[in-house]
């Protein structure tokens, strides 16, 4: 529970532009149980019809940021106390670890990676696209600055995306 007074724990839910985004609703759920407020961060393509935008909204209580803010304007969220990315492809993967900051979603990743905020990553990227040697670097390279990630993820029928692993990557993070 929070201490009177005390602020709440906040954390980044970063959306990327994936098949499984349509169910992250699911993770926002789980993080509200375990008392996280929540503000979602998603690219560019992934609110061209990846997820519904307005239930996220509902659901958060909070505008989802996607563009950079302008010169002068307030920051929207509070600073993170953690962040997920999920489902995380593998664009954003390659272009985070080759410090590339052309989207909000990427600039901030780049940014909280410097912080020592617990990070936690559900990669959703097909077999073939994992097996490219840059994806494997970009795993090796993030993972040796303290990010987490979760079980691959390729899609396949009857697969589980691990939502809640998210989660527990960040509890486990912070002991
Ligand atoms: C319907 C659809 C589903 C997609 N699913 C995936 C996916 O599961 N994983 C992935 O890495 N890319 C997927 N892509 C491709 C990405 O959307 C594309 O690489 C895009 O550049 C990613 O942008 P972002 O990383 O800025 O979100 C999908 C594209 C479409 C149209």
């Known amino acids: ?8 724990p906040f954390l980044y839910v970063v959306v990327c532009a994936a098949g499984i985004a349509a169910d992250v609703g699911r993770l926002i759920n789980a993080a509200q149980e375990r008392e996280w407020h929540v503000g979602v961060i998603a690219t560019p393509l992934a ?6 935008t307005a239930a996220v909204e ?13 010169p002068g304007d307030p920051r929207p969220f509070p ?6 990315v999920a489902p995380a492809t593998f664009n954003t993967i390659n272009k985070w670890a080759a410090g590339i900051a052309d989207t909000l979603a990427l600039g901030t ?4 990676s ?3 905020v617990p990070i936690a990553v559900l990669p959703c990227v097909a077999d073939a696209l994992a097996a490219h040697p840059a994806y ?5 390279r993030l993972r040796a600055t303290g990010v987490r990630f979760g079980p691959p993820y390729a899609g396949a029928d009857g697969e ?16």
């Open 47 to 52: 609110m061209d019809g990846f997820f519904d």
């Open 160 to 175: 589980e995306f691990a939502w809640e692993e998210a989660l527990d990557l960040l509890d486990r993070a912070a002991r």
């Open 1 to 8: 529970m929070t201490e009177r007074g005390e602020k709440p």
């Open 136 to 140: 494997q670097e970009s795993l090796t």
């Open 109 to 112: 990743l780049c940014e909280v």
């Open 58 to 70: 509902a659901q958060t209580g909070r505008p989802i940021r996607s563009a950079w803010r302008r």
């Open 79 to 84: 600073e993170p106390d953690a962040v997920v």
């Open 114 to 116: 410097g912080l020592g």
